[in-house]
């Protein structure tokens, strides 16, 4: 139902800090949930963040509490994903995705997701 389109990965070491960003394709973007999602070679997808509607409530996952920040500017339909003090367990590909009914950790509570963009983390 919405298009996402994820940018802002890339190579970076480790310490580091990385901003990503996923914009919709919708007009009604203040109606969905956001998260932030990775998956790792051979290993299963893992909620990340997830940032209410108006962007007052967020979730993290226990591993990048503290080290990453999820954010969204409805006036430009596009939610962050601001990644610090990165380390090697980071390395994945992120996925957004949007969830227009109630949305928890459980990428099945999501109906639209983007691509995927890489984040590569090196010693």
């Known amino acids: 139902q919405v298009q996402l389109v994820e940018s802002g990965g890339g190579l970076v070491q480790t310490g580091g800090s990385l901003r990503l960003s996923c914009a919709a394709s919708?007009?009604?973007?203040?109606?969905?949930?956001m998260g932030w999602f990775r998956q790792a070679p051979g290993k299963e997808r893992e909620f990340v963040a997830r940032i209410s509607r108006s962007g007052t409530i967020t979730n993290y996952a226990d591993s990048v509490r503290g080290r990453f920040t999820i954010s969204r500017d409805n006036a430009r339909n596009t939610v962050y994903l601001q990644m610090n003090s990165l380390g090697l367990g980071d390395t994945a590909v992120y996925h957004c995705a949007a969830a227009g009914g109630v949305a928890t950790s459980s990428p099945q509570s999501y109906e639209s997701w983007g691509q995927g963009t890489q984040v590569t983390v090196s010693s």
């Open positions: 919708t007009r009604t973007f203040s109606m969905y949930i």
